[in-house]
């Protein structure tokens, strides 16, 4: 019915589509700055007309900087919820880089309650991603990418 090469073919490039869909996902990620502040990072695959999320396992003081006030978002943060957005409706561009900067009491667990949206309000859907270690590599010592401290 089909032949073998067009069933590779399509295994293949449905692999390689949920492989770029899962690297390239709309995310939200904390790195922490040593100093009691943590950078909200992002990917998008659309611009950003505003956002609102909670910040699990700290209390907020303030949040600020980064991206959102670069393109002049209006910040507002109570002691759990954080939320952007512009009254002159601009945008975060499309990509990644720090959404914002957090100061909190003490250390975060992850980001829920993820709201995110474009410019005319609406929703993408965005999760939460934990950071990495800083630390590359597996520990296969057969791999390409072999490093003992991963």
Same mark, same amino acid.
């Given at each position: 019915?089909?032949?073998?090469?067009?069933?590779?073919?399509?295994?293949?490039?449905?692999?390689?589509?949920? /492989?770029?869909? $899962?690297?390239?996902?709309?995310?939200l990620?904390?790195?922490?700055? #040593?100093? %009691? =502040?943590w950078? +909200?990072?992002?990917?998008?695959?659309?611009?950003?007309?505003?956002?609102?999320?909670d910040?699990?396992?700290?209390?907020?003081?303030?949040?600020?900087g980064?991206d959102?006030?670069?393109n002049?978002?209006?910040?507002?943060a109570?002691? /759990?919820?954080? $939320?952007?957005?512009?009254?002159?409706?601009?945008?975060?561009?499309? #990509?990644? %880089? =720090?959404?914002? +900067?957090?100061?909190?009491?003490?250390?975060?667990?992850s980001?829920?309650?993820?709201?995110?949206?474009?410019?005319?309000?609406?929703?993408?859907?965005f999760?939460?991603?934990?950071?990495?270690?800083?630390?590359?590599?597996?520990?296969?010592?057969l791999?390409?990418?072999?490093?003992?401290?991963?």
């Open positions: 019915m089909f032949k073998e090469e067009t069933v590779y073919t399509l295994a293949k490039n449905l692999i390689i589509f949920l /492989t770029i869909n $899962l690297l390239l996902a709309n995310s990620s904390l790195s922490g700055n #040593g100093d %009691g =502040t950078n +909200v990072g992002y990917i998008s695959d659309a611009d950003i007309g505003g956002f609102q999320f910040v699990e396992g700290a209390s907020v003081n303030e949040a600020s980064g959102a006030t670069a002049g978002f209006m910040i507002s109570s002691s /759990t919820t954080v $939320l952007g957005f512009s009254l002159t409706g601009g945008a975060i561009p499309t #990509g990644e %880089g =720090t959404l914002l +900067v957090l100061d909190l009491d003490g250390e975060p667990t980001l829920s309650s993820i709201v995110v949206s474009d410019q005319m309000g609406n929703q993408i859907d999760t939460y991603e934990e950071s990495s270690s800083d630390v590359l590599g597996c520990t296969d010592s791999a390409c990418n072999y490093n003992d401290e991963a």
